[in-house]
């Protein structure tokens, strides 16, 4: 057995290291090639489960699948009486950009007109803005929308665009980049916004590349130079680090690209991490082999095999449960966290084979064994921190006659975080997500300041039968509910087929009163037909052709998260309930992707809570089978879920909202954090034969590497605080302070708990077990200690 | 322009001509060659395009009516089958050499027949690419003419013609088009302000002889500002049978 696992342990090293470069390999060829490398569309982040996702795509089905940006342009103050002409010139430049497939603006609109010949649509006739202005002002389409009966300085256009999922993200930049170009060029524009899903879409892409761009290398960059002076400025031994760390990160990117999975504005933070991480892994496992190698057990060619036998336990219990940090988020079926779960927890599994197998390798092949046996300490400061822990060990010894008082304290501490963590509340409103100086921001701020809308959302409106009449009932209730939905002070305007009828329905009707011309069947169904047939080009984006479905899209000013759930899940299916509720086979859904992105802060807030709990839970369980002790794997359990317990607490008492990033800071930080203390508790065991000496010996033993290892993760992880979104800066922040907790939690309150509850008789079973199975002579003190 | 009426009875002339001939001329012969009958029925079913995605399907009836003299009108009436919500929309266009054409649309349930004002031609028929003024019946007088050259076309070679719109209201300022050996019109590029661009595009395709004159099986109108197309497949021609006139009149209908 032994000779058939030596045997592995030799060539294992090669196979891992041929397989990581043939995967980088095929990544660079499928670079080559053009393959994307960032995807940040907001489509990527729906709940896959939410049946709104459904309405979209049955909303699309029936009336295409175009999006549309909403820009609005503010006239310089002397030259308003122009703005017709701005009007003109501005949608004949958008019209040109490619990808825009129209642009509805006061001057392109086509309203329905008389003239002697009789009835057309066509554009209304060059004329002074004024004029041209109070025309609109009256239209049901241009109303309040193109045009503001509050604001002569400013007009809209509506453009209509039809990028999406699949469109490459490069190419949305530049539609949108010459959007802005043609709008902010205009010499009579003071000032121009633009809003919509491709603008978001747009710059989320080039936020994301800039991070990525920045990010990645900054953080390898900065771990190296960390790496470097920690080890005392050790090259090889750091080479030999950066070797299967560089490794597990490549092949990691390379596997998450080749399987089609771009990175997204979460999957991001990937390869830092994983860097970040392994740096940290290959740490404890360097420290053991120098203090392997100085109390003399073995010759350096022996250490890879050694290293194998005695850490598989705490490194696999370490791997596993930072892998179940990341894996359990996957409960959560929007696509780019379930991406990040998933590759985080395979990169983590990936970095546990090279920690074990190609780490002590490289240290041979590189020559590092001879600088980690020589007489200097491992790392920098740690001849100082050894003095410290070793008294931190004494003060903790004598801390135990006040255990019931500090339990008492604690369980209140706890009490209070618990209410802390229950104010916790989620909100992924996008635009709260990108600095205020981003030009989307500035943008978005414009429309707000002036009351203006920047958002949209549809209505689907089916018909279960199929007769090819408009029901005027119908018409009628769809007429009423647009009103009702536009007087809400949340919504600036509805555009549907009420708009449409209340257009064409005065030209058809004649003499005949209004009513009862809205009142007959065949009256309104041929008031749609001519619109149809008649030259409204805008009609097909509101009633389908079969005229048994219609949509209103209700456009409004940017609302966060909450306010848009009220208005989507209260205000809006209330009114279509009053309206439409009672008609037979019609049925109204609200649709859109920021009902969507909305719906998914639910499907989160789930989802955090369920992986943290299940979290903690495996890690219980991983502990115990690892220790065999109940009271030990709760004491585990316990100084780890602490630390997630302050940062949720903090959340809570300062009502910073979790978010699309920020959900990830709990179950990663939980992940993370039991790295040390696997480590810790296992070389407490080891010495506990040391009796009183056993707290003193395994913290001066394993406290250099663990807050080594801490100063690397929380300064890697502090990178992330030069990211354009804020998210990302609040993950990076949150998990570095979580971090530091969580080491302060194993060295104070672990090592408390250890002297508390960890009996020798426990101690002794679990050092014999282990010198029973693995054949160590005996447990390692020596140098370090 | 003017596709659906003009471009069903395509061109009979069975020599190509000796050069030169003017552009009205080819114009002429193709107008002469189009319309060698009495009347016309077919039958097209049209599909609304979005890139390679079907955004909406149409069938109709047309009916033509072909008089002798420029002075009178040519009728014609597109009927529209399917959907089904649309079923039995009308389109009426009564299209003269004087320029007096007129358009009416006929709604299926109340029959009002409602004018299309010269000022609304340029409007989307049904939705589809085409507008109301490419379903007028082509009038050689409403165009001036210019011979441009010989150039690769859908069926080879063909000559091309230039012809600007005489129509104040048109949306177009200039039509390229494309004349076979046999003056059957392979394409037709439609141009806005922008002329280095054409804003749509139509392509015949599949003629075959209907009686004494060429007719294409398939149309394509393709929009390039819109990045849309509208396929037609055209079918059931039946030339010179009997049509009710009393049909072809706005006033006679729903009365």
Same mark, same amino acid.
């Given at each position: 057995?032994?000779?058939?696992?030596?045997?592995?342990?030799?060539?294992?090293?090669?196979?891992?290291?041929?397989?990581?470069?043939?995967?980088?390999?095929?990544?660079?060829?499928?670079?080559?090639?053009?393959?994307?490398?960032?995807?940040?569309?907001?489509?990527?982040?729906?709940?896959?489960?939410?049946?709104?996702?459904?309405?979209?795509? #049955?909303?699309?089905?029936?009336?295409?699948?175009?999006?549309?940006?909403?820009?609005?342009?503010?006239?310089?103050?002397?030259?308003?009486?122009?703005?017709?002409?701005?009007?003109?010139?501005?949608?004949?430049?958008?019209?040109?950009?490619?990808?825009?497939?129209?642009?509805?603006?006061?001057?392109?609109?086509?309203?329905?007109?008389?003239?002697?010949?009789?009835?057309?649509?066509?554009?209304?006739?060059?004329?002074?803005?004024?004029?041209?202005?109070?025309?609109?002002?009256? /239209?049901?389409?241009?109303?309040?929308?193109?045009?503001?009966?509050?604001?002569?300085?400013?007009?809209?256009?509506?453009?209509?665009?039809?990028?999406?999922?699949?469109?490459?993200?490069?190419?949305?930049?530049?539609?949108?980049?010459?959007?802005?170009?043609?709008?902010?060029? /205009?010499?009579?524009?003071?000032?121009?916004?633009?809003?919509?899903?491709?603008?978001?879409?747009?710059?989320?892409?080039?936020?994301?590349?800039?991070?990525?761009?920045?990010?990645?290398?900054?953080?390898?960059?900065?771990?190296?130079?960390?790496?470097?002076?920690?080890?005392?400025?050790?090259?090889?031994?750091?080479?030999?680090?950066?070797?299967?760390?560089?490794?597990?990160?490549?092949?990691?990117?390379?596997?998450?690209?080749?399987?089609?999975?771009?990175?997204?504005?979460?999957?991001?933070?990937?390869?830092?991490?994983?860097?970040?991480?392994?740096?940290?892994?290959?740490?404890?496992?360097?420290?053991?082999?120098?203090?392997?190698?100085?109390?003399?057990?073995?010759?350096?060619?022996?250490?890879?095999?050694?290293?194998? /036998? #005695?850490?598989?336990?705490?490194?696999?219990?370490?791997?596993?449960?930072?892998?179940?940090?990341?894996?359990?988020?996957?409960?959560?079926?929007?696509?780019?966290?379930?991406?990040?779960?998933?590759?985080?927890?395979?990169?983590?599994?990936?970095?546990?084979?090279?920690?074990?197998?190609?780490?002590?390798?490289?240290?041979?092949?590189?020559?590092?064994?001879?600088?980690?046996?020589?007489?200097?300490?491992?790392?920098?400061?740690?001849?100082?921190?050894?003095?410290?822990?070793?008294?931190?060990?004494?003060?903790?010894?004598?801390?135990?006659?006040?255990?019931?008082?500090?339990?008492?304290?604690?369980?209140?501490?706890?009490?209070?975080?618990?209410?802390?963590?229950?104010?916790?509340? =989620?909100?992924?409103?996008?635009? /709260?997500?990108?600095?205020?100086?981003?030009?989307?921001?500035?943008?978005?701020?414009?429309?707000?300041?002036?009351?203006?809308?920047?958002? #949209?959302?549809?209505?689907?409106?089916?018909?279960?039968?199929?007769?090819?009449?408009?029901?005027?009932?119908?018409?009628?209730?769809?007429?009423?509910?647009?009103?009702?939905?536009?007087?809400?002070?949340?919504?600036?305007?509805?555009?549907?087929?009420?708009?449409?009828?209340?257009?064409?329905?005065?030209?058809?009707?004649?003499?005949?009163?209004?009513?009862?011309?809205?009142?007959?069947?065949?009256?309104?169904?041929?008031?749609?037909?001519?619109?149809?047939?008649?030259?409204?080009?805008?009609?097909?984006?509101?009633?389908?052709?079969?005229?048994?479905?219609?949509?209103?899209?209700?456009?409004?000013?940017?609302?966060?998260?909450?306010?848009?759930?009220?208005?989507?899940?209260?205000?809006?299916?209330?009114?279509?309930?009053?309206?439409?509720?009672?008609?037979?086979?019609?049925?109204?859904?609200?649709?859109?992707?920021?009902?969507?992105?909305?719906?998914?802060?639910?499907?989160?807030?789930?989802? #955090?809570?369920?992986?943290?709990?299940?979290?903690?839970?495996?890690?219980?369980?991983?502990?115990?089978?690892?220790?065999?002790?109940?009271?030990?794997?709760?004491?585990?359990?316990?100084?780890?879920?602490?630390?997630?317990?302050?940062?949720?607490?903090?959340?809570?008492?300062?009502?910073?909202?979790?978010?699309?990033?920020?959900?990830?800071?709990?179950?990663?930080?939980?992940?993370?954090?039991?790295?040390?203390?696997?480590? =810790?508790?296992?070389? =407490?065991?080891?010495?506990?034969?040391?009796?009183?000496?056993?707290?003193?010996?395994?913290?001066?033993?394993?406290?250099?590497?663990?807050?080594?290892?801490?100063?690397?993760?929380?300064?890697?992880?502090?990178?992330?605080?030069?990211?354009?979104?804020?998210?990302?800066?609040?993950?990076?922040?949150?998990?570095?302070?979580?971090?530091?907790?969580?080491?302060?939690?194993?060295?104070?309150?672990?090592?408390?708990?250890?002297?508390?509850?960890?009996?020798?008789?426990?101690?002794?079973?679990?050092?014999?077990?282990?010198?029973?199975?693995?054949?160590?002579?005996?447990?390692?003190?020596?140098?370090?200690? | 322009?003017?596709?659906?009426?003009?471009?069903?009875?395509?061109?009979?002339?069975?020599?190509?001509?000796?050069?030169?001939?003017?552009?009205?001329?080819?114009?002429?012969?193709?107008?002469?060659?189009?319309?060698?009958?009495?009347?016309?029925?077919?039958?097209?079913?049209?599909?609304?395009?979005?890139?390679?995605?079907?955004?909406?399907?149409?069938?109709?009836?047309?009916?033509?009516?072909?008089?002798?003299?420029?002075?009178?009108?040519?009728?014609?009436?597109?009927?529209?089958?399917?959907?089904?919500?649309?079923?039995?929309? $009308?389109?009426?266009?009564?299209?003269?050499?004087?320029?007096?054409?007129?358009?009416?649309?006929?709604?299926?349930?109340?029959?009002?027949?409602?004018? @299309?004002?010269?000022?609304?031609?340029?409007?989307?028929?049904?939705?589809?690419?085409?507008?109301?003024?490419? @379903?007028?019946?082509?009038?050689?007088?409403?165009?001036?003419?210019?011979?441009?050259?010989?150039?690769?076309?859908?069926?080879?070679?063909?000559?091309?013609?230039?012809?600007?719109?005489?129509?104040?209201?048109?949306?177009?300022?200039?039509?390229?088009?494309?004349?076979?050996?046999?003056?059957?019109?392979?394409?037709?590029?439609?141009?806005?302000?922008? $002329?280095?661009?054409?804003?749509?595009?139509?392509?015949?395709?599949?003629?075959?002889?209907?009686?004494?004159?060429?007719?294409?099986?398939?149309?394509?109108?393709?929009?390039?500002?819109?990045?849309?197309?509208?396929?037609?497949?055209?079918?059931?021609?039946? @030339?010179?049978?009997?049509?009710?006139?009393?049909?072809?009149?706005?006033?006679?209908?729903?009365?």
């Amino acid at each position: 057995m032994r000779k058939l696992l030596g045997g592995i342990t030799a060539w294992l090293p090669h196979a891992i290291i041929a397989i990581d470069v043939a995967v980088m390999l095929a990544l660079a060829v499928q670079l080559y090639n053009g393959r994307p490398i960032v995807n940040n569309a907001i489509d990527i982040w729906f709940d896959r489960s939410d049946p709104t996702l459904d309405t979209l795509n #049955q909303e699309r089905r029936l009336f295409g699948h175009d999006t549309w940006m909403l820009a609005t342009v503010w006239m310089r103050p002397e030259r308003v009486g122009e703005a017709s002409e701005v009007a003109r010139a501005l949608t004949e430049a958008l019209e040109r950009i490619d990808g825009v497939t129209r642009v509805i603006s006061p001057t392109s609109l086509e309203v329905l007109q008389r003239d002697a010949q009789g009835l057309f649509y066509d554009e209304l006739d060059a004329q002074a803005w004024q004029p041209l202005r109070d025309t609109l002002l009256r /239209h049901p389409f241009a109303g309040d929308f193109l045009v503001y009966s509050k604001s002569p300085e400013l007009f809209s256009l509506l453009i209509k665009e039809h990028t999406g999922p699949t469109t490459p993200g490069i190419v949305r930049q530049r539609l949108v980049s010459e959007v802005r170009r043609v709008l902010d060029t /205009h010499p009579a524009v003071a000032a121009a916004a633009v809003a919509g899903t491709a603008v978001i879409n747009a710059d989320l892409n080039r936020l994301s590349w800039r991070d990525f761009m920045v990010l990645v290398p900054t953080t390898v960059v900065v771990a190296c130079v960390m790496l470097l002076a920690m080890l005392r400025f050790r090259w090889r031994t750091c080479l030999a680090i950066l070797a299967p760390v560089g490794l597990t990160t490549g092949a990691l990117i390379a596997a998450m690209l080749l399987s089609g999975r771009p990175f997204t504005m979460v999957t991001i933070a990937l390869p830092g991490l994983s860097f970040t991480l392994g740096v940290a892994s290959c740490l404890h496992v360097t420290g053991w082999i120098a203090a392997w190698l100085r109390e003399g057990r073995g010759t350096p060619a022996e250490a890879t095999q050694a290293t194998f /036998h #005695q850490l598989i336990r705490p490194i696999l219990v370490s791997q596993i449960t930072t892998a179940l940090g990341f894996g359990l988020l996957a409960v959560i079926p929007v696509t780019p966290v379930q991406e990040m779960a998933l590759f985080g927890a395979a990169g983590e599994l990936l970095s546990g084979v090279h920690v074990v197998f190609v780490l002590p390798m490289c240290l041979l092949w590189f020559g590092a064994m001879k600088e980690l046996a020589d007489d200097r300490t491992l790392f920098v400061g740690e001849r100082w921190t050894t003095g410290v822990l070793g008294a931190l060990a004494a003060w903790l010894t004598r801390l135990q006659r006040y255990r019931v008082r500090l339990a008492i304290a604690t369980v209140a501490v706890c009490l209070v975080m618990g209410w802390l963590t229950s104010r916790v509340r =989620y909100d992924s409103t996008y635009i /709260h997500m990108i600095q205020a100086n981003e030009r989307l921001r500035i943008d978005y701020a414009r429309f707000d300041a002036a009351a203006l809308p920047s958002a #949209q959302l549809s209505i689907v409106i089916t018909k279960g039968n199929s007769a090819p009449v408009v029901d005027a009932a119908l018409n009628t209730a769809i007429g009423a509910a647009s009103a009702e939905i536009e007087a809400l002070p949340e919504v600036s305007k509805v555009i549907g087929p009420a708009s449409i009828f209340a257009e064409v329905a005065p030209a058809l009707a004649g003499d005949q009163p209004a009513a009862t011309f809205a009142a007959d069947d065949s009256s309104v169904t041929d008031a749609y037909i001519f619109a149809l047939s008649g030259g409204n080009t805008e009609i097909p984006s509101y009633v389908h052709d079969g005229l048994g479905a219609y949509r209103l899209v209700v456009f409004f000013p940017y609302l966060d998260n909450s306010k848009l759930e009220q208005l989507t899940r209260q205000e809006i299916p209330a009114i279509l309930k009053t309206h439409l509720g009672g008609m037979a086979d019609v049925s109204a859904r609200v649709s859109g992707v920021t009902v969507l992105w909305a719906n998914m802060d639910d499907t989160m807030s789930r989802g #955090q809570i369920a992986s943290v709990l299940v979290m903690a839970i495996a890690c219980f369980f991983t502990f115990f089978l690892s220790l065999r002790n109940w009271t030990l794997a709760a004491c585990a359990m316990f100084v780890n879920v602490v630390p997630v317990a302050v940062m949720s607490a903090f959340l809570g008492a300062t009502g910073h909202p979790i978010d699309m990033a920020t959900v990830f800071i709990m179950g990663i930080s939980l992940g993370i954090a039991v790295d040390d203390t696997s480590f =810790y508790i296992h070389e =407490y065991l080891d010495r506990s034969r040391l009796g009183a000496g056993a707290l003193a010996s395994a913290l001066r033993h394993t406290g250099p590497t663990m807050i080594a290892t801490c100063v690397v993760i929380v300064i890697g992880f502090s990178v992330l605080l030069l990211s354009a979104f804020i998210p990302m800066r609040t993950f990076g922040g949150l998990t570095a302070v979580g971090l530091v907790l969580a080491m302060l939690c194993d060295i104070f309150i672990l090592s408390f708990l250890l002297l508390a509850f960890s009996s020798k008789a426990n101690g002794l079973q679990y050092a014999d077990d282990t010198v029973a199975r693995t054949g160590a002579v005996h447990a390692h003190g020596g140098a370090g200690s | 322009m003017r596709t659906i009426l003009w471009l069903v009875p395509a061109l009979f002339t069975l020599t190509a001509a000796p050069a030169p001939e003017t552009g009205r001329e080819i114009a002429q012969k193709s107008q002469a060659a189009q319309f060698t009958f009495k009347t016309l029925k077919a039958s097209g079913e049209m599909t609304l395009t979005r890139g390679t995605e079907s955004i909406g399907q149409r069938s109709f009836s047309v009916e033509l009516i072909e008089r002798v003299k420029d002075a009178e009108f040519d009728q014609a009436r597109v009927v529209i089958n399917a959907p089904t919500a649309l079923k039995d929309t $009308q389109l009426i266009s009564w299209s003269s050499g004087t320029g007096e054409d007129q358009q009416w649309l006929v709604t299926p349930r109340t029959q009002r027949a409602q004018r @299309i004002a010269d000022r609304g031609r340029q409007a989307a028929f049904v939705s589809s690419d085409f507008s109301y003024e490419d @379903i007028l019946k082509w009038q050689v007088d409403d165009y001036e003419y210019s011979r441009v050259s010989q150039s690769a076309c859908p069926s080879g070679t063909c000559t091309v013609v230039e012809a600007k719109p005489k129509n104040r209201y048109s949306s177009y300022t200039l039509l390229k088009v494309y004349y076979d050996e046999a003056y059957r019109i392979s394409k037709v590029e439609y141009f806005g302000s922008d $002329q280095a661009k054409p804003r749509k595009t139509l392509v015949n395709s599949g003629y075959a002889k209907q009686g004494a004159s060429w007719q294409p099986a398939k149309s394509v109108m393709t929009n390039h500002e819109t990045e849309t197309s509208t396929q037609i497949v055209w079918s059931g021609y039946q @030339i010179d049978t009997p049509i009710d006139e009393r049909v072809m009149s706005p006033s006679s209908i729903g009365r």
